[in-house]
């Protein structure tokens, strides 16, 4: 990892996804964790103050970015409830299959360079009966949006530590293993289109 990725990059994200929009669908899908949670990508630990004390018991949060744990550190010192942080060592994600309640993922699957594998991953961690809430930006349901994003693509990822554009979310998450049991889209506002059409929901495994 070159200095430009561990020390720019965890800044320039945090800047971008803490977004006077984007800190509002966190507002509106974080609150729905509880239990043990899994946070997948916590980076500066932007999710934090709207997780609701009340629901969750524990957050686990996994990033491989050792300057974003720092800056989620100081975010999650002053909560009611324990937050801990993990790596990634491999490709696995290091807990027991079983052992989480809800998995978080929130403007993550854009940048993971396998996310089904990923989201088989998460799938495996769950509970039986557990949930997987998620929240992401990816490919626009318009023609001309999708063609910029596709051009734009292969210099976004590289500016945007491997940010990816025009996944289309709902196929990963199904091919994930996951069923979809709720859906919701729409382009955020004050958002360019290109980086604007969100998508976010709850998945069964």
Known sequence: MGLYEKHIVPHIINCACGSKPIRYQRKKVVPMAEGTVLEIGI??????????????K????????????????????????PVEFVGLPGEMIPLDDRSVDTVLVTFSLCTIPDPVK????MRRVLKPGGKLVFCEHG???????????NRI??????????????????ELVERGG?????????????TPRIAGFNYWGVAEG
């Open 58 to 81: 524990k957050v686990i949060g996994l990033d491989p970015s050792e300057a974003s744990w720092k800056l989620a550190g100081e975010r999650a010192k002053d909560l009611p409830f």
């Open 118 to 121: 990923a989201l088989e991953g």
């Open 139 to 149: 490919a626009a349901p318009d023609a001309d949006v999708l063609k910029w994003q």
């Open 153 to 170: 693509n292969p210099v976004w990822r590289v500016l945007f530590g491997g940010c990816n554009l025009n996944r289309r979310i709902p």
């Open 43 to 56: 980076g500066t630990g932007l999710n934090l103050p709207y997780y609701d004390p009340a629901k969750v």
């Open 178 to 190: 996951f069923r979809i049991a709720n859906l919701q889209t729409m382009y955020l506002p004050s």
